[in-house]
């Protein structure tokens, strides 16, 4: 029998028999029957045991109650605490590897400061007035393999992101499901740390896009603007006044 039952029994037990206590009792005196001393029945003292009694078990049903409140706290308590059984951690560390080592390939100019100072300086500062026109060349070909190298940096870029929106997008989804399935607070917040980490790495991707794309766009400026000063320096060769014609000596059919 459980709790909730014993109390209505004994409550029901009660109600019958208060009737009886507050009754007035026709017996036989138990001297007549028995030949010995006097007994008296206490209808009072009856009914105050009665009470006690109901009293006392209420008390218990109270205390079973909050023991079992106190234990599903503690299972609440619980599920709260479980971690959660899902983590992205090792695929999004590795489609950030995997952008971060395409940004590392870069051609020629890679993304370092120094090494741009260098670069620059060597192919895109001012041009030598006194180089020859071979000299001229050959340094025009160099920058143009820069800005061809930096585009193709920037597409392999843009393939590296978009081949991390499969992954990206089975992650989501499984983290989506696995904070609506969520036992406790602490697997729901799990989950959502784990979706802003996937978020941190979708903007890290898009930064190093943006990245690819700007410096192949400042290569191709820089070429341009340097190609106007070069272009410049051969129209002054051209236009500058030489010698001018001298006449000479002329052989005609080997004579």
């Given at each position: 029998m459980t709790v909730s039952r014993l109390a209505r029994?004994?409550?029901l037990a009660l109600a019958i028999s208060m009737p009886i206590a507050l009754a007035p009792v026709f017996t036989t005196p138990a001297h007549a029957l028995f030949g010995f001393g006097r007994i008296v029945y206490d209808p009072?003292?009856?009914a105050e045991n009665l009470l006690t009694a109901a009293r006392t078990l209420e008390q218990i049903n109270n205390q079973i109650q909050s023991l079992q409140n106190e234990a599903q706290m503690l299972i609440n308590q619980a599920r709260n605490l479980a971690?959660?059984?899902?983590?992205?951690l090792?695929?999004?560390?590795?489609?950030?590897?995997?952008?971060?080592?395409?940004?590392?390939?870069?051609q020629n100019i890679a993304f370092d400061v120094?090494?741009?100072?260098?670069?620059?300086?060597?192919d895109y500062a001012k041009l030598d007035l006194s180089a020859t026109d071979t000299q001229l060349i050959a340094d025009a070909r160099s920058r143009w393999e820069n800005t061809v190298g930096g585009l193709q940096d920037a597409m392999r870029v843009q393939a590296g992101v978009v081949g991390n929106i499969d992954t990206n997008r089975a992650e989501m989804s499984a983290l989506v499901g696995q904070s609506q399935g969520a036992t406790g607070a602490l697997q729901a917040t799990q989950a959502g740390n784990q979706l802003l980490a996937l978020q941190s790495q979708q903007l890290s991707d898009l930064i190093a896009l943006l990245a690819a794309d700007g410096r192949a766009g400042a290569l191709a400026e820089a070429e341009r603007a340097t190609a106007a000063e070069q272009g410049r320096i051969q129209r002054d060769r051209f236009?500058?006044?030489g010698s001018g014609y001298q006449p000479g000596n002329a052989r005609m059919f080997n004579n």
């Open positions: 029994a004994s409550t009072t003292n009856h971690s959660l059984p899902h983590s992205s090792q695929q999004l560390q590795q489609n950030v590897q995997r952008t971060q080592q395409l940004l590392g390939q870069a120094k090494a741009i100072d260098r670069m620059f300086e060597q236009l500058a006044p």
